[in-house]
């Protein structure tokens, strides 16, 4: 979670750690989540079961922070109250996650035609914004589309010492707030102040030592209620990545997000001066339908969807099953009417329904508009956790398991297997990209 302000003070007047706890079931708490130990699982289908109504609820009020730097501009300020619930047994550990949305945003910046874009030498396939888009003077100029998310950090045995008393905010380096670990670059001839802010506002996470990490888990509330295919939320890690050893460096980036069960392969990055680089992931999660193909064949190289499903409302994300099945087409080429050529020899000719129509600022997408992402399952250690999301009309029940102790060999995954106290983050994303509310200093505590 992208995290900018500092909190002080932690748990004051808080139970003592790991004691055996009582549970009420007409209780609700505001910094501990108190997890109760049950000998009946709850089944992972977003229907609150009847026995979630013996745990304790945690209500908490995520709040947009204001980062300094524009990062979050749109959505500063936004509050996102949740409940959450959490049991567990002999095996795993449950989780209940509650709020109310009034809109259910999983079209993810898909694909439209805009036909004054389509002029000599470019096209008007373009992809709506995933952040807002504003001007120079501040004033709105599109509302975004982005994905409704929910994501919770851990921190994995311990090991990252900030996390104790800053919870999310402990891997962040944005802002100067944060200049014990954010990127602090002296002027040279090749590093303007311009470059400099660019590489210390980026928003890159990472620890701040090389033995700390930070468990992700990451709700991508679209792609979890596309298909009973995709039921898994993103499990990943954040580590160490080189540090500020790296970052300070000039154009130096230490990136220390990553998906489970990749790891440095023992060489340095030659994009980013000595960052470590990391091993390669399947093709899993949200894949980007997008591709670069030469106008008429052999003019100018132009980015257009992948993979099209012909006269297919807005459908928010186009499963790899579909591409296997045929039901989705592969787009072979391109003129510079925008008419997309497909592998069976048909054309989509970009007419109004994959035009924008109504209000240009905060107006919907086109009726065709092509997702810009192919869903694909979660394997390995990236699918961890079972979950499912569901939108009821009014907000999202998000309920999700994961093992008490997984077989993750490379310390990416936190270890509830002896039922101590873990710290803990919450953030929920509303429609967004990066932006979202946080809600730092949290306590799991099990009921024994």
Same mark, same amino acid.
């Given at each position: 979670?992208?995290?900018?302000?500092?909190?002080?003070?932690?748990?004051?007047?808080?139970?003592?750690?790991?004691?055996?706890?009582?549970?009420?079931?007409?209780?609700?708490?505001?910094?501990?989540?108190?997890?109760?130990?049950?000998?009946?699982?709850?089944?992972?289908? $977003?229907?609150?079961?009847?026995?979630?109504?013996?745990?304790?609820?945690?209500?908490?009020?995520?709040?947009?922070?204001?980062? $300094?730097?524009?990062?979050?501009?749109?959505?500063?300020?936004?509050?996102?109250?949740?409940?959450?619930?959490?049991?567990?047994?002999?095996?795993?550990?449950?989780?209940?996650?509650?709020?109310?949305?009034?809109?259910?945003?999983?079209?993810?910046?898909?694909?439209?035609?805009?036909?004054?874009?389509?002029?000599?030498?470019?096209?008007?396939?373009?992809?709506?914004?995933?952040?807002?888009?504003?001007?120079?003077?501040?004033?709105?100029?599109?509302?975004?589309?982005?994905?409704?998310?929910?994501?919770?950090?851990?921190?994995?045995?311990?090991?990252?010492?900030?996390?104790?008393?800053?919870?999310?905010?402990?891997?962040?380096?944005?802002?100067?707030?944060?200049?014990?670990?954010?990127?602090?670059?002296?002027?040279?001839?090749?590093?303007?102040?311009?470059?400099?802010?660019?590489?210390?506002?980026?928003?890159?996470?990472?620890?701040?030592?090389?033995?700390?990490?930070?468990?992700?888990?990451?709700?991508?509330?679209?792609?979890?209620?596309?298909?009973?295919?995709?039921?898994?939320?993103?499990?990943?890690?954040?580590?160490?990545?080189? $540090?500020?050893?790296?970052?300070?460096?000039?154009?130096?980036?230490?990136?220390?997000?990553?998906?489970?069960?990749?790891?440095?392969?023992?060489?340095?990055?030659?994009?980013?001066?000595?960052?470590?680089?990391?091993?390669?992931?399947?093709?899993?999660?949200?894949?980007?339908?997008?591709?670069?193909?030469?106008?008429?064949?052999?003019?100018?190289?132009?980015? *257009?969807?992948?993979?099209?499903?012909?006269?297919?409302?807005?459908?928010?994300?186009?499963?790899?099953?579909?591409?296997?099945?045929?039901?989705?087409?592969?787009?072979?080429?391109?003129?510079?009417?925008? *008419?997309?050529?497909?592998?069976?020899?048909?054309?989509?000719?970009?007419?109004?329904?994959?035009?924008?129509?109504?209000?240009?600022?905060?107006?919907?997408?086109?009726?065709?508009?092509?997702?810009?992402?192919?869903?694909?399952?979660?394997?390995?250690?990236?699918?961890?956790?079972?979950?499912?999301?569901?939108?009821?009309?009014?907000?999202?029940?998000?309920?999700?398991?994961?093992?008490?102790?997984?077989?993750?060999?490379?310390?990416?995954?936190?270890?509830?297997?002896?039922?101590?106290?873990?710290?803990?983050?919450?953030?929920?994303?509303?429609?967004?990209?990066?932006?979202? $509310?946080?809600?730092?200093?949290?306590?799991?505590?099990?009921?024994?």
């Amino acid at each position: 979670m992208t995290s900018f302000i500092l909190v002080a003070g932690y748990w004051t007047g808080c139970t003592k750690n790991d004691q055996i706890l009582s549970t009420s079931s007409a209780a609700v708490n505001s910094t501990d989540l108190i997890s109760l130990k049950t000998t009946t699982p709850p089944t992972i289908d $977003g229907s609150v079961d009847a026995l979630w109504n013996k745990a304790t609820k945690l209500a908490v009020i995520p709040v947009v922070p204001d980062a $300094g730097n524009g990062l979050f501009s749109g959505f500063i300020g936004e509050q996102y109250p949740v409940q959450i619930r959490s049991m567990y047994d002999d095996q795993n550990i449950y989780f209940l996650a509650e709020y109310a949305d009034a809109t259910q945003n999983t079209n993810v910046a898909p694909w439209y035609f805009n036909p004054a874009m389509n002029v000599t030498g470019k096209t008007g396939w373009q992809k709506e914004p995933s952040n807002k888009s504003f001007d120079a003077n501040g004033a709105l100029i599109r509302d975004c589309f982005g994905e409704d998310k929910f994501a919770m950090l851990f921190n994995i045995d311990n090991s990252t010492p900030k996390f104790l008393s800053q919870t999310c905010y402990s891997s962040c380096h944005v802002f100067a707030p944060y200049l014990d670990y954010a990127a602090v670059l002296t002027p040279t001839p090749t590093a303007t102040a311009a470059v400099m802010n660019s590489n210390k506002e980026s928003g890159n996470h990472y620890t701040n030592g090389s033995n700390e990490k930070i468990d992700m888990w990451w709700g991508r509330l679209g792609f979890i209620s596309k298909d009973a295919t995709l039921t898994q939320m993103d499990d990943n890690y954040q580590d160490y990545a080189g $540090g500020q050893a790296i970052t300070n460096l000039t154009g130096g980036n230490a990136n220390g997000r990553h998906v489970d069960g990749i790891v440095p392969d023992g060489t340095k990055s030659t994009t980013w001066p000595y960052r470590p680089n990391y091993t390669t992931s399947p093709t899993q999660g949200e894949v980007a339908n997008s591709q670069n193909l030469k106008l008429n064949g052999n003019g100018v190289s132009v980015a *257009v969807p992948m993979w099209v499903i012909p006269n297919a409302a807005s459908a928010n994300f186009i499963l790899i099953a579909d591409t296997a099945s045929g039901k989705a087409k592969k787009v072979t080429a391109v003129n510079s009417d925008g *008419v997309l050529t497909l592998s069976d020899g048909t054309l989509i000719t970009p007419g109004a329904d994959y035009q924008r129509s109504g209000d240009a600022i905060n107006g919907p997408t086109a009726k065709n508009s092509i997702p810009s992402y192919i869903a694909v399952p979660l394997i390995g250690g990236r699918g961890d956790i079972t979950c499912s999301a569901l939108y009821t009309g009014t907000g999202w029940v998000v309920e999700f398991k994961r093992a008490l102790k997984t077989a993750d060999a490379n310390r990416q995954d936190v270890d509830f297997s002896e039922f101590k106290d873990q710290p803990f983050g919450v953030g929920i994303f509303n429609k967004s990209n990066y932006q979202h $509310g946080i809600k730092p200093n949290l306590m799991l505590k099990f009921q024994k």
